[in-house]
């Protein structure tokens, strides 16, 4: 699956949605007895996450991207937003300085990565001691999860069984993770999981139209035009007519802390 980040067609689509209560509780959770001034949002799309660290507790963030492209609409997602910078990198070279923030937040990233180690090494270097590192991921398990007209992300892999195996060749297994974890050094490390409310659409068809967009969800650039067409009968079908869509996700997120 290739999919061009600096695209134009990319600029908005990361940047359309705002971050739930149920994973800023979870932040705030992980942040417990913690005083995070700086923090880094690595890979941080439209900047929906940045903002949300905001509404956690963080003072400052600076939002790391690789792609101009969504830069450029993270930028206009987080106007007028001081206490936010953009800024270009990459998960393995920042270009930040090495010891300076509290928290470093990589959200939906690392199944875009071929290895770990490199980013894993940045994220250490950039953290002060005691500072909190924080990989928010789908390991294989939770891309098979049920489909249900919460998670509709499963009926995805319902009428694409072939999409399983993409998911199995791009996903990190949490022992996978862990381990490089252990071997940079971090400490107290923890896997969580959590249900994150996605978007809660007015109807399904906005759902559908963002579906037909591939708005925010990579995997749906593995398919044609055609079967994204498909897509949408399928999910016209299965999901309820006249009613709100509660979009929810299943994720894994490994916290841990720079010894």
Partial sequence: MVINFDG?????????????????QAIKDILTNKDVHHAVDL???????????????????????SSYSILEGARENCHGESRIKLAYGTAEETGLER?????V????????LPTINPFIKEAHRILKR???????????????????????RGYFFEQFPRLIKLEKERRYAGEKVIDALEKQGFIDIEEIKLWEVRK???SKESLLSEIKQRTGRSILHALSDHEIEELIDYLDVR????????EQDCWTMWKAVKK
Avoid at 239 to 246: D, I, Q, R
């Fill in 130 to 152: 005691g500072g909190v590192f924080v990989i928010q991921d789908r390991d294989f398990a939770d891309c098979l999860t049920e489909p249900s007209n919460t998670n509709i």
């Fill in 200 to 202: 809660a659409h007015q």
């Fill in 43 to 65: 890979g941080c799309g439209g900047g929906i996450y940045s903002k949300a660290l905001l509404d956690c507790g963080v003072q400052e963030v600076i939002g790391i991207d």
């Fill in 105 to 112: 937040l990589a959200r939906a990233l690392i199944h875009h």
């Fill in 8 to 24: 134009k067609s990319m600029k908005h689509s990361y940047a359309s949605r705002v971050a739930s209560f149920s994973w800023k």
């Fill in 239 to 246: 999901l309820p007519n006249n009613e709100p869509v509660l």
């Fill in 99 to 103: 010891s300076t923030y509290h928290l």
